[in-house]
């Protein structure tokens, strides 16, 4: 305890993994002892993250219920071990997690100390059993209504595979449709896969639903998270978010992860509920321990990740672990507090210092957010369509599309959103859609609509390729974008990644020829005009790059995957150019929050050398030395600036 | 279908995974709806090619019997899914796919249109199952008789493996003898493994033979084919193809393949019914969906290797898939006509250009055949045992050598068949056998008195070795080819591929020094000459390339894989140098078919450039513009040429 | 028998894989084949090494018995097949394997021919089955008592494991705890894998122990052996030793193995009975078939590899296989006598040569030891801890860091013996303990006195981490060792191997820079004395190599994981620089045996050149020829000398 006042620790999570000693059989629970950890926390005052222990149920009832246990996507039954692992099906489990949940809410519910709910850990349980190939019968039954709208929409007819019954469904796994092509998930039928996808987001969504309604009626003003751990593809977080009353996430960004992609991390779970601040629930004060290797966070790289979720709109800094635990296999991965038992270590002298400045100057970020002109459009289901695909190449990854977008803005010092095609898009100035697969009609329009009235989009090869059921777009692609962007994509070719066509300008906009590879459609003109051409190939000279006036707004097309600088420029042709009020360096990351009354803007020096911020003279408070700073300010090597400015100063 | 008629299609295969859509349940049928459709193709006056859609059972008769699903290599058995999986000893498999059959030849088969039935389609299902382990005993109970011979041909007394019953035998699969090394299957006991193979093979034979009975009862004139695969390691088409009527096969040349190998491909289907043309069943318009990358075939590829097809035997050109379907997993392999719906795409006006062509000159080409003096031995057992083997490599690949030979005939332009080693071998002046591992007593006698009379053998390392059931030739290697070769082989080294020693000339035939890998016999000679000696390592100046005279032939010994160059050398030397009628530059493929009456020269242009072919002045008739050319033709680039001459003429 | 008496054989093994032979049912055994065959050895005046059989059970008895055949790490059963393959808690194993060993023992076990006893072959069959799982629970009971321990030694309230219950234990599998990681097996629960390891290596001891105490009832003074492999992960050998009466094992060097590897394994042979020779029992005459290339070994190279084996200790050299069989998997094993039956081979005559100089010097030889001064630790229990660990580097390999030590003192030509950090520590002048992970307080104790009584320890990092248990010890790395070492390891850093920073001198006795990478610990100097520090990142000039005077003694920390170099400094500086009685040249083997009355020399030369053996004016008795040399010897290459001084002459 005195450690963590001298790290300025103000709330902990807890009991994560607790279900096992709570409950030692059927009936039997037992909660004393940990009465005494929540008197102690709560005599010193800490806020309570209060989690409800659901991530692993109890050895004996695994050994009791074993149809609790999850079987793999080749057919086995999991026995007991491991973490999460639980039918999200199980009738027993839900019985048993409920009844748990029940529990705590009535003997702890009332602790004035607890901030929020935490339901389960980091959800991520498939499973292939037959409870769950029943249920997803249900699931399919609903969506469909009828076996012959399920034979259309899954396109059965295909090798055979007509249904006459709902009792002909059959769980696709590695023993039907599917393969692991060295890590790839692969299969035969693309319909039937992407609705398991579906099916398994919502059934573990129903796990986490069945204890978030208990808590919300006993306690609805206390806000109800569960931590999720951004681009996780197996869950669907979108369909999620209107249930989680407080976006939280775990931030482990790999050893070598460039800053971007931690920041883009952070700006998709904001987007989640825009309209909030969110917390980052748990990163790792320095090594982490389950990659390959584990690095310590060099000095003041700790601080830097924690500023980088706060500069995108986080109102925590959490850690996992608080004290490194003396067993099994998370002992390896820091703590606050090192095995050695003190403080006097460079990892707590860190975090105390963090927690010193964040107590000092919290209150003035608390409650800002972020607003933004531009988005990405991101879609789960896209997602799972995208790379579910036979063809036109399995190089093609979408987050490694989408992050070449998003590396394009960040080193604009341009805000983004992440949102969904069915959002409301006509909030965005641009909209960036990196291959945009699949696309109902509604969607489709709901863009189409969108640019009618003057909005930009940019969207790329591999976009408005098919609906929601994986069927395609009939009458050419890219099916209902085709108009819009005034193209008719007649082939996609495609060619390993490291063989290279070129983008060569056409339109003085497109500024230098640049590399291209993976996909290469081969595009006709119906409307649009050519940015740059094919420079070889049975393809030369044909448009890689257009650019489509329609209605009041702009639709960008982009062919084929071009390298870092061709992504710069079509980006920058999306935005328009504009001058920032900041003159920033490069590596020096640029972010902004705001409320009605004030604005927060974010620096942080990603070098190990001093760098300099510039702008035409107005007044700012430089938030931790809380003086006025006009026109300069330095940044120490990896160092962080808050420059606050009230509005109506404005 | 007005499509169909503008690119000159004039068959057509299907209803191919139609089962489902026939068989509600075990017995109703539903034939109705593709009635209509078989009339409107008989009326639009197309032939059929009539498909008996047994490739993929029902799923719900895979509900009902779940026998009928396979059991995998690792001993789990399937559910329903993918494509082609069912056990082929499966009893209901067997009752209800002859049921089938028998209803639709009933039902269609006096259709005048109908000129070929198709049996399943790409036989490929191996099984692991009890109902397989049973019938394996009684394969071997006909094979071997008795225990005791089975003990000896398994030579079950190493480690223990003696059997006392037939009850004791175990299919060989991952659970028992067998492993995946990183995709090579591997075997502790090669002489089971080689039996299940050759039970598979067979086991998969009867579920088309079932078919095939029925068929031909009913119409004994119409020809009967199932789709091949070229060279599909899992069957042994050699054995099948009696009862194959005419031969067909799917063409679907790898994006980086080279043209030889295609060739190599029709060459061994022509070869399994060698005194007949057969039929291209299927290859793609342009684009694959199934691999890492799908390219787009380039402009006049897919007439180039349309026309590999006929030049070296083929009768037809056909494709799968006529309409590019939009949903499941082949959406995004081409089809003739595309999503787009329309024939104003490249790919489609490139086949109706084809088409155009075929219907111009196809009857003068049909039924013509090759006729070729040069062979190579290909044995599907051998393929099996040679790769089974443990020791002296994993890096030794039956089809890799072999393709280095076929390779340096290509390149000659000289035309080859592929034998079997129990085949009539007089009819050829040279045979090539690389790495004959396998070779039963009879066989090798088969080959001694083929050069006794006056043939020329050429042979490599790890020939001779085993007999039938994998058991050594005593005596010393190459077994009961040392008299034959004047050889023997002491030591069979082996060093990881690409470290290198040479061979260097000792006989003038044997033009310069070369590289060579892998494999290193350490040879005597008992009464051969040396053609070339290792340049380096213990056996450095020992014998490498040796060349016996034997009765009235010769047979030559490769005891090192050599780098092509000294392939090509080994090649001329064993076929004897002549000039060919024509003068053909590289990368120009040549082929010939014949008949009694004609001889057809085939001229494919695989360059992008144009090239010239010379002769000495004689007449021949371009088929293509019906005109005379004497002495010279130039090829487009890509360009195809074929000319005709009449053999009462010469 | 003629070519045995050739090849100067004197002893064979057998019958290693007859049980099937010997049993056809539960009640019908059959010997009088085995009669014959042991009749004709004997009449022979063979020696013999008597093999129980009962490394494969017999077909029927695994179709008969299922419950024999072993469940794999995935939770699958295997079938009949390959070797080896039961599970070692099988009670109908167990039962008749002891029948099977009565009645060898009954029959022939006043053979006066037979040396030694030979149980089981090579054994290796860990089991996940439920008997095991089973088993598993009573070992734990024995070895924790109560549930309570179990649980605080597992540390199972990490993940909500907490057991209430012996049945709630769990085999850890590939369906619990653990996954296969590229070849790395991993765990989630580090304590749980462990004790199954040490479960299963005594379960397989189980199997060997049964037949041991029959034979042993019956002829106690018939030393008793099965052969090991070396550094065999999967079994404790040192737990084993005491009831292995004579040690042997079976050396298959790698084709690309250095020298030095080969001799390692000998010197661990040897020291799990270090006062006693061992027997090599197996090896091959030159090329193996399993490997995924296999080479002949060189001309020179068996003998040397021979002589390897009796320079570090052992009284034998024996082969497998005498005669190459004609089937199955290794049937491209070489054996004494090859498939051509005779004995004029390369092979046969190395081995022929071989035999008649082992008949003539091994009465000189046989019964010495080796007595040495330095000593390696190593501990089983630490190689599967240290590699079972979650963090800090997947990379960080056990043996990979122990043979750099190894090497450097192979290079010194000074002799070696492996013991655990239990033994008797105070027979050594150093010690060295290369990342000796896991190390309970009884064993810290033991090092901590060995030093303070005068010994010097030789450790690096992670050391002392751990204990028995796989728990921390608290207080600040390294451990138990902190005070002994005189540092404090704050921080381990890892980075990928490959990536280097670099060890640069402080002290005159560490004499250059060198590189280092993958561990880098952060270390305080609590006493300690700086050797060398770091050359770069954040801990740049803190150090890397420390000394630490202890008592009457020394202990070195090496921080991070040195090049050879800077291994061999640290050697140098743990044991002192003294002159060697001989000049060696590098890449000359020289090992040394002796008893109370002789000393022999060994030197063995590794290149292909002629090398000089020089010394200060002694004669010795070139063993060989017999004659005196006195100051110099000259080594034909890939030459063996050994020569030989009475004691009593000194």
């Known amino acids: 305890m005195k450690l963590f006042k001298e790290a300025g620790v103000n709330i902990v999570t807890l009991p994560v993994f607790s279900w096992a000693k709570f409950q030692s059989d059927e009936t039997s629970y037992h909660f004393q002892w940990f009465d005494k950890i929540i008197d102690r926390i709560t005599d010193a005052g800490l806020s309570i993250c209060f989690a409800t222990s659901t991530a692993v149920q109890p050895a004996w009832m695994s050994r009791k219920y074993p149809n609790i246990l999850p079987v793999d996507f080749q057919g086995n039954r999991r026995k007991f071990g491991g973490r999460v692992k639980f039918c999200p099906n199980s009738k027993e489990y839900n019985k048993f997690s409920t009844k748990l949940v029940e529990q705590l809410v009535e003997r702890y519910g009332d602790n004035k100390n607890i901030k929020f709910w935490h339901i389960g850990n980091e959800y991520d349980n498939w499973c292939y059993c037959e409870k769950c190939e029943n249920d997803f019968k249900l699931f399919l039954k609903k969506r469909y209504k009828t076996v012959d709208n399920l034979n259309r929409a899954w396109y059965t007819s295909f090798w055979g595979h007509t249904l006459y019954s709902w009792d002909d469904i059959v769980a696709p796994s590695g023993l039907t449709e599917m393969w692991n092509d060295n890590g790839r998930i692969r299969t035969t039928f693309q319909s039937i896969s992407l609705d398991y996808a579906r099916f398994m987001s919502e059934s573990i969504f129903n796990c986490y639903k069945a204890e978030y309604d208990i808590i919300k009626k006993a306690y609805p003003n ?3 998270t569960t931590n999720f751990m951004g681009f996780f593809k197996p869950i669907n977080y979108f369909k999620w978010a209107p249930y989680i009353d407080i976006i939280s996430w775990d931030s482990y960004p790999g050893v070598n992860d460039p800053a971007y992609l931690t920041s883009m991390r952070h ?17 790792t004060p320095s090594q982490t321990n389950w990659s390959q290797f584990n690095s310590q966070k060099r000095p003041g790289d700790m601080a830097l990740q924690s500023f980088q979720a706060v500069a995108h709109g986080s109102d925590s800094v959490m850690f996992f672990q608080l004290r490194r635990s003396i067993g099994a296999c998370e002992k390896f991965h820091s703590g606050l507090i090192d095995h050695v038992g003190h403080g006097n270590t460079r990892v707590f002298k860190e975090c105390a210092e963090l927690g010193k400045l964040l107590n000092n100057i919290g209150d003035s970020i608390t409650g800002t957010i972020q607003k933004n002109d531009v988005a990405i459009l991101f879609d789960w289901e896209n997602w799972w369509a995208l790379e579910y695909s036979s063809g036109p190449s399995t190089q093609l990854e979408y987050l490694k599309e989408m992050e070449k977008y998003y590396y394009a803005l960040f080193k604009s010092s341009i805000g983004v959103d992440f949102i969904t095609p069915d959002s409301k898009l006509g909030e965005y100035k641009t909209i960036i859609a990196p291959t945009l697969y699949l696309l109902s009609n509604e969607n489709a329009l709901n863009i189409i609509t969108y640019v009618k009235e003057g909005g930009t989009l940019l969207t790329t090869f591999q976009s408005g390729i098919v609906d929601e059921s994986d069927t395609v777009h009939p009458g050419g692609y890219p099916g209902p974008l085709r108009k819009l962007l005034g193209i008719w994509v007649e082939e996609t070719d495609s060619l390993p990644m490291g063989v290279y066509n070129s983008a060569i300008p056409v339109d003085p906009s497109f500024k230098k020829e640049v590399k291209c590879d993976l996909i290469f459609d081969v595009i006709h003109l119906e409307g649009a005009k050519v940015l740059a051409k094919y420079g070889s190939d049975y393809y030369q000279n044909t448009p890689v790059i257009t650019e489509n006036r329609f209605g009041s707004g702009r639709a960008l097309y982009v062919g084929s995957s071009l390298e870092q600088d061709g992504i710069d420029n079509v980006v920058e042709l999306s935005i328009g150019l504009k001058k920032h009020v900041f003159n920033i360096p490069s590596n020096v990351e640029y972010s902004k929050r705001e409320d009605e009354n004030k604005e927060l ?11 300099h911020i510039t702008w035409d003279q107005v007044n700012y408070i430089d938030l931790t030395s809380q003086k006025n700073v006009n026109g300069f300010i330095e940044l120490e090597p990896k160092g962080i600036k808050i420059l606050l400015r009230n509005k109506n100063e404005f």
Chains 1, 2, 3 share one sequence.
Request: glycine share 4%.
């Open 267 to 283: 700006d998709l779970m904001r987007s989640l509920k825009k309209d909030r601040p969110f917390l980052l629930m748990e990163q």
């Open 601 to 611: 803007h974010f620096f942080l020096n990603h070098t190990g050398e001093h760098r």
């Open 222 to 224: 206390i806000p109800i």
